[in-house]
């Protein structure tokens, strides 16, 4: 992801200078999963991981097996491309004519059902809550992108993430609906989707945040993950005049207090899996440093300059799902 910005708020702010970097985007050369300086051709090629020289078919995307590294490569680098937070950037550059040209050609090269960008409801949402943003950043673009939406807000509904990974899939799924039914009120379908998607989201916050305020992958990238996702909802309808409940307030309260409190030596550690998707970029809160206590079992104790974070907790979710025992430094 390449979205500049020390903090992007629902108001379209950022106080970053995103210039170089803009600059090296619009050279289509991109910093994306760890890897720097990945070179997707130009015109881009959109289905094509240039880390492993591996090209995903132009087939429909449920014919396609996205996680068959022989025949796609490595889908991840592919859908992070294709969620288009770096189109955010060149909005905050002021780049206009390079973010039509991207999403002109993208448009040409993804037509639906056709590839593997439109293999997963997450991948859809991303890519929308990003063309939402530089939307919102620089206004309507093209003339296509109200109907580029409805098509991403329909697919989104149809294929919502009910059966496999109903949890932080479909809570992005969700946020998205929300933000294109709320944000789009032009389309047809748009207070449906509002209504669903912000049902989806008060509903997940039950489900996903434990009593301690910690999210129930046991990953902390999971954790903040979500906290973003809530919060962005939250700025949404507050901005848009609807109620948010007081249950759901003090649940993003309490993940906050959550993320803060394993924050107190700076970055927070990397326990479980990390996907590297943001909707709002912030620092966490600072709190005063205790001298021991726990967070969804991860027990930290703290000196005037350091913190030890011990991962003691439960597996996670189901079958563990991103907060397996691997640790990442």
């Known amino acids: 992801m390449e979205l500049c910005g020390a ?100 448009k040409s090269e993804n037509p639906y059902p056709i590839g593997i960008n439109w293999a997963s409801a997450l991948e859809v949402a991303f890519r929308a809550l990003s ?29 919502l993430s009910t059966y496999f990974s109903p949890n932080t899939h479909l809570l992005g799924e969700g946020v998205a609906l929300f933000a294109i039914g709320t944000m789009c009120p032009q389309i047809a379908e748009a207070s449906r989707w ?20 910690f999210h129930f992958e046991q990953s902390v990238y999971y954790h903040i993950y979500a906290r973003d996702f809530f919060e962005f909802a939250r700025s949404l309808a507050v901005k848009n005049a609807l109620p948010v409940p007081p249950s759901f307030e003090q649940t993003i309260e309490k993940m906050s207090a959550a993320l803060a409190a394993l924050s107190q030596a700076g970055r927070p550690p990397n326990f479980g899996d990390d996907d590297g998707g943001r909707v709002i970029i912030s620092p966490p809160r600072r709190v005063a440093p205790s001298l021991a206590q726990a967070v969804g079992g991860i027990h930290i104790m703290n000196s005037a300059n350091s913190q030890l974070l011990i991962d003691a907790g439960p597996q996670g979710t189901a079958r563990s799902g991103h907060g397996h025992p691997r640790v990442r430094r």
């Open 194 to 213: 509002q209504a669903r998607g912000w049902k989806i989201v008060l509903k997940q916050a039950e489900t996903q945040v434990r009593p301690d305020g």
């Open 131 to 159: 063309w939402l943003w530089v939307r919102h950043l620089i206004g309507d673009f093209h003339p296509d992108l109200l109907p580029a939406l409805h098509l991403h807000g329909w697919y989104i509904e149809r294929f």
């Open 7 to 106: 903090a992007v708020e629902p108001d379209g702010t950022g106080d970053a200078d995103c210039g170089a970097v803009a600059g090296k985007i619009a050279q289509h050369r991109f910093d994306l999963l760890g890897y720097q300086d990945l070179d997707f051709g130009t015109p881009i090629d959109w289905h094509y991981d240039p880390v492993h020289n591996k090209r995903a078919p132009r087939q429909p995307w449920y014919q396609i097996p996205f996680l068959d590294f022989n025949q796609v490569g490595d889908h991840k680098v592919i859908w992070e491309l294709n969620r288009h937070q770096h189109l955010v950037t060149l909005a905050q550059a002021g780049l206009r004519d390079d973010i039509v040209a991207q999403w002109t050609h993208w």
